[in-house]
């Protein structure tokens, strides 16, 4: 049975894309307030890099502004699920939340770094390249 008493230390990044941390080496990460900075391109490596570092059954608490510099930004519930195809959605809601100094338009998801959704996200994508790779496909 793991030891519960004594919490480890928590640690921040400076670089969400490159968390300089071993594969499989964290049972949770806490994003509260960075996902919204990213450009949308920039997206699928955020998520293919927590991926790398959370452990089997990890869990990303994310909490996601839909503003950024005080305007409406394209965060919406299609945007995570689409970032996040290979986690499980564990639970995801919009709620309006007290910052230091306003109230914050934000969703509030928990995904779970699933192995088997993540190996069926792979397949469905290697399957769609076959299929637009096709040569009876492309005669047709
Ligand atoms: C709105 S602040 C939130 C700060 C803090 N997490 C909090 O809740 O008070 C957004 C933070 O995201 C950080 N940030 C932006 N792009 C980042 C990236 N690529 N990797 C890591 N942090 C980033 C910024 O430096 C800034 O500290």
């Known amino acids: 049975m793991p030891d519960l008493s004594l919490p ?12 300089a941390k071993p594969r499989h ?20 490596r955020y998520s293919a890099e ?17 503003r950024t510099a005080g305007q409406r930004n394209d965060i919406d519930e299609a945007v995570i699920r689409d970032t996040f195809a290979a986690w499980r959605v564990e639970h995801l809601e919009q709620a309006t939340v007290p ?5 914050l338009d934000v969703l509030v998801v928990r995904l779970c770094a699933d192995q088997n959704l993540a ?10 390249r076959s299929i637009k790779a ?7």
């Open 8 to 19: 480890r230390r928590p640690s921040t990044c400076d670089n969400c894309h490159d968390q």
């Open 25 to 44: 080496s964290l049972d949770a990460a806490l994003d509260r307030g960075c996902f919204h900075y990213l450009a949308p391109g920039d997206r699928p």
């Open 50 to 66: 927590l991926r790398r570092v959370l452990r089997p059954g990890g869990k990303l608490l994310l909490r996601a502004s839909l």
């Open 99 to 103: 910052s230091d100094t306003r109230l």
């Open 119 to 128: 190996r069926m996200a792979s397949a469905t994508s290697s399957g769609l």
């Open 134 to 140: 096709s040569p009876q496909m492309r005669s047709k």
